[in-house]
């Protein structure tokens, strides 16, 4: 592999090579100079709805109960990353999160470490309505709810399930616990919600919910995804000047993945996150962990390393932290969703957590 420049500042001693000697640098560096400082967590790869951009609707053969990670071992390697590694943000997903049993309680362990760690999840919204309340109360502080549509026939086309009464009172439950910014997803498919977008952010804007457009990826279990028809970034922005006047937004975007832009001159924006027109690799801050305990260094990866067994044979934290130290530094410089040998990840995006 040779050293590719991505503009940003380098880690003394680092030259792109995952061959290079590691620094004696205690966070999670790798070769082109990124920490990553924010973790997503998948809690549970299984799902109660089967939206057809990520899994068939049969679902899928969901990992046998032992090789998910206990809560005592997800508090552990969490432990060891805002401790040891330098993580401050920490994010729960999945499959569906709200589907792990005692997640409140999981929620409040997290954010009693320390130093504490700002922690959202991401969550199709399904049962949250009652949920809201106790868990913000166990600190959780942000959360994003996917919703591709405000339209009920549209909604049970698209996860197979008729449910979207549920993840609307959901949002408003996440609002009114105080959870802030509610941020709400939107994967437009063509043929099934492509004309969504306008309704989608007029109901966003009216109830102060922050949303954020996610180009399709080739993810889902079904290999399913193809180039010329996902709809891009482009696509969407210029269905939605249709109907609004989009100004970029003022503040910088940082390690943010998503483009965001005034509506209306404001106070309300909508965001872009254009993983595969307009790749943000260059400024990612994010390490993975799966629920059966591998650390990827990317949602595209093809390597992962099993931190369960190290966990499970007796590792000391140093072990372990040391073991996903070598995992970050082996991180390549991109996807490679637009290189023509790309190959989709063997992992499908439930399995590896969104
Ligand atoms: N079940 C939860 C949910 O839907 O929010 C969390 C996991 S889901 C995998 C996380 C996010 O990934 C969701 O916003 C979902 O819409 C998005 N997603 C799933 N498959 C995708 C794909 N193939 N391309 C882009 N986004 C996808
Ligand atoms: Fe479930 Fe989320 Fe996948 Fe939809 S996107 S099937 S809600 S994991």
Same mark, same amino acid.
């Given at each position: 592999m040779?050293?590719?420049?991505?503009?940003?500042?380098?880690?003394?001693?680092?030259?792109?090579?995952?061959?290079?000697?590691?620094?004696?640098?205690?966070?999670?560096?790798?070769?082109?100079?990124?920490?990553?400082?924010?973790?997503?967590?998948?809690?549970?790869?299984?799902c109660?709805?089967?939206?057809?951009?990520?899994?068939?609707?049969?679902?899928l053969?969901?990992?046998?109960?032992?090789?998910?990670?206990?809560?005592?071992?997800?508090?552990?390697?969490?432990?060891?990353?805002?401790?040891?590694?330098?993580?401050?943000?920490?994010?729960?997903?999945?499959?569906?999160?709200?589907?792990?049993?005692?997640?409140?309680?999981?929620?409040?362990?997290?954010?009693?470490?320390?130093?504490?760690?700002?922690?959202?999840?991401? +969550?199709?919204?399904?049962? @949250?309505?009652?949920?809201? *309340? /106790? %868990? #913000? !109360? =166990?600190g959780?502080?942000?959360?994003?709810?996917?919703?591709?549509?405000?339209?009920?026939?549209?909604?049970?086309?698209? +996860?197979?399930?008729d449910? @979207?009464s549920?993840?609307? *009172? /959901? %949002? #408003? !439950? =996440?609002?009114?616990?105080?959870?802030?910014?509610?941020?709400?997803?939107?994967?437009?498919?063509?043929?099934?919600?492509? +004309?969504?977008?306008?309704? @989608?952010?007029?109901?966003?804007?009216?109830?102060?919910?922050?949303?954020?457009?996610?180009?399709?990826?080739?993810?889902?279990?079904?290999?399913?995804?193809?180039r010329?028809?996902?709809?891009?970034?482009?696509e969407?922005?210029?269905?939605?000047?249709?109907?609004?006047?989009?100004?970029?937004?003022?503040?910088?975007?940082?390690g943010?993945?998503?483009?965001?832009?005034?509506?209306?001159?404001?106070?309300?924006?909508?965001?872009?996150?254009?993983?595969?027109?307009?790749?943000?690799?260059?400024?990612?801050?994010?390490?993975?962990?799966?629920?059966?305990?591998?650390?990827?260094?990317?949602?595209?990866?093809?390597?992962?390393?099993?931190?369960?067994?190290?966990?499970r044979?007796?590792?000391?934290?140093?072990?372990?932290?040391?073991?996903?130290?070598?995992?970050?530094?082996?991180?390549?410089?991109?996807?490679e969703?637009?290189?023509?040998?790309?190959?989709?990840?063997?992992?499908?995006?439930?399995?590896?957590?969104?």
């Amino acid at each position: 592999m040779t050293a590719v420049d991505l503009g940003f500042p380098r880690v003394p001693g680092t030259r792109g090579s995952s061959r290079a000697p590691r620094p004696a640098n205690p966070h999670l560096i790798d070769t082109f100079g990124r920490v990553a400082t924010d973790l997503r967590v998948s809690l549970t790869d299984r799902c109660n709805l089967r939206c057809t951009y990520c899994m068939p609707a049969e679902g899928l053969d969901w990992m046998p109960g032992e090789q998910v990670l206990t809560d005592d071992e997800l508090v552990r390697l969490m432990r060891i990353a805002v401790e040891q590694l330098g993580v401050t943000d920490i994010r729960l997903t999945g499959g569906e999160p709200l589907l792990r049993p005692g997640l409140e309680d999981l929620v409040a362990r997290i954010t009693a470490l320390s130093p504490r760690p700002r922690l959202s999840m991401t +969550t199709n919204g399904i049962g @949250l309505a009652k949920r809201a *309340a /106790g %868990l #913000a !109360a =166990a600190g959780l502080n942000r959360i994003n709810v996917s919703l591709d549509t405000v339209d009920p026939e549209t909604f049970k086309t698209i +996860t197979r399930r008729d449910r @979207l009464s549920h993840v609307i *009172a /959901g %949002l #408003a !439950a =996440a609002r009114d616990a105080g959870m802030a910014p509610v941020k709400v997803n939107a994967v437009l498919i063509r043929g099934l919600n492509e +004309t969504e977008a306008v309704p @989608l952010l007029k109901f966003c804007l009216a109830e102060g919910y922050h949303l954020r457009f996610i180009e399709q990826m080739p993810l889902d279990a079904q290999h399913g995804w193809n180039r010329g028809e996902m709809i891009t970034a482009a696509e969407i922005l210029s269905m939605l000047q249709t109907s609004f006047e989009l100004t970029p937004f003022p503040s910088a975007r940082g390690g943010a993945p998503a483009e965001r832009w005034l509506v209306d001159g404001g106070p309300g924006d909508v965001g872009v996150i254009a993983s595969v027109t307009r790749p943000f690799c260059a400024a990612c801050e994010r390490t993975r962990l799966t629920a059966d305990g591998a650390v990827r260094s990317c949602l595209f990866s093809n390597d992962e390393t099993d931190l369960r067994s190290l966990v499970r044979a007796g590792a000391r934290d140093e072990e372990v932290a040391d073991a996903w130290r070598a995992t970050m530094w082996g991180k390549l410089a991109g996807h490679e969703i637009n290189d023509a040998g790309f190959a989709q990840p063997i992992r499908p995006m439930s399995a590896i957590g969104g």
